[in-house]
């Protein structure tokens, strides 16, 4: 039997969401949890691997299991196993052919970004932070250009094991809401740490560091070293995960973080 799950997390009790030898990530957790419901070992894999640091609040993930459970005890039963940071929102079974990571069709992040003097405090280590007011209408024209089907080398980690940089970024929105920033991307997938790079390159755009073109030029010259630093892992959040209807999974698969203006 396979059964999809839908998860949220925050990112700062974490190593990431992949396992790690010391069993720091969300991905440890949840197998530990699995386990205790399930009485055997489950394997879990997962539509994306978030960072360190990095939150979700609509991910996804599928295990197989021998074991036969009501649908309720891999939700309340393995929530009761899971540490407070990290909890299952829903299960549901799934055909053999699914694919949490596969079989998604697109993908969504927010990232959210306080601009002030103060770092900081009731919020911190879930927002990103700029010591000075950004301009917002230079970042809107800038992202413009990097929407559409592109090579995405410029904003690529060095380590991404991606096997093409063509993505199609779908939506880049940028809001203000009193003292916070609000960016949202959507995509048919994402390079690693993408969003991250391209906030901290639309973040030396709007403090007129460079013009709005910029960004384009960086497209074109695919150069990762001319982009801007890659921006902190604190404010960005898994919170979409798109699939074809077929599956019957709930739709849509996706959670705003909660904004405080």
């Given amino acids: 039997m396979r059964v999809a799950l839908g998860i949220e997390y925050d990112g700062r009790l974490f190593c990431g969401w992949q396992s790690q030898p010391g069993g720091c990530g969300v991905q440890d957790a949840l197998e530990r949890a699995l386990e205790r419901i399930g009485g055997q070992f489950i394997?879990?894999?997962?539509?994306?691997r978030t960072d360190s640091g990095v939150h979700a609040t609509a991910q996804v993930a599928h295990f197989d299991t021998s074991v036969e459970r009501p649908l309720n005890a891999w939700v309340r039963g393995v929530n009761g196993a899971l540490p407070s940071g990290a909890?299952?929102?829903?299960?549901?079974?799934?055909a053999p052919q699914f694919h949490a990571r596969f079989s998604a069709t697109g993908r969504a992040y927010t990232y959210l970004l306080l601009d002030r003097t103060s770092r900081p405090g009731l919020q911190a280590g879930r927002v990103g932070w700029f010591h000075r007011a950004l301009d917002v209408g230079r970042m809107r024209e800038a992202a413009r250009l990097l929407l559409g089907t592109h090579?995405?080398?410029?904003?690529?980690?060095?380590?991404c094991q991606a096997e093409s940089p063509l993505r199609e970024l779908r939506r880049l929105d940028i809001e203000r809401h009193g003292e916070l920033i609000v960016f949202r991307f959507a995509a048919n997938a994402f390079l690693q740490r993408m969003v991250r790079n391209i906030v901290g390159s639309l973040v030396y755009v709007g403090k007129g560091r460079h013009p709005p073109q910029w960004l384009g030029g960086l497209l074109v010259g695919r150069d990762r070293s001319a982009a801007a630093p890659t921006f902190a892992p604190d404010?960005?959040?898994?919170?979409?995960?798109?699939?074809d209807s077929v599956w019957g999974l709930p739709q849509p698969c996706a959670r705003e973080p909660l904004i405080m203006a």
């Avoid at 394997?43 to 994306?48: D, E, F, K, L, Y």
């Avoid at 909890?87 to 799934?94: E, M, N, Q, S």
């Avoid at 404010?235 to 699939?243: I, N, P, R, S």
């Fill in 151 to 159: 090579d995405f080398s410029a904003f690529r980690a060095a380590e």
């Fill in 43 to 48: 394997r879990v894999a997962a539509a994306g």
């Fill in 87 to 94: 909890a299952v929102l829903w299960a549901r079974p799934v």
């Fill in 235 to 243: 404010g960005l959040y898994l919170t979409a995960v798109e699939y």
